[in-house]
């Protein structure tokens, strides 16, 4: 999940890999610039500002980098919300294709029968 420009992911994304590894924050260039957290599979973070996918200030200069990026809390908050209307209506809408099939496999069923 997460924006992209010419095949790249840039600005506000998601990325969950199999292993348990999970980014969440800015993207530029299909590479972690900017503000994010990295969650390990053991569950430990690392936090902070990275460029070019190297995290290079950590959770002591977050509180400063957090209170200057109000926009980018923001902009997260938004594209948390969209995402969750998305997955509920992805979810409605796959809801109506499973009752439709089964409408029209009854249909089928008792046209057979006649």
Not at 23 to 42: I, L, M, P
Not at 46 to 74: D, M, P, V, W
Request: hydrophobic share 35%; net charge positive; aromatic share 10%.
């Amino acid at each position: 999940m997460g924006e992209w420009k010419m095949d790249k992911r840039c600005g506000f994304g998601i990325s969950e890999r199999s292993d348990g590894l999970k980014y969440e924050g800015e993207w530029y260039n299909n590479r972690k610039y900017g503000y994010g957290v990295t969650t390990f599979r053991d569950g430990t973070k690392e936090e902070g500002k990275y460029k070019n996918n190297i995290l290079i200030t950590s959770n002591q200069k977050r509180h400063l980098f957090l209170i200057r990026s109000a926009k980018f809390r923001e902009r997260m908050d938004s594209a948390l919300n969209a995402a969750t209307r998305a997955s509920k209506i992805a979810l409605q809408k796959a809801d109506i294709a499973i009752s439709r099939l089964a409408a029209n496999n009854l249909a089928a069923i008792s046209l057979n029968l006649l």
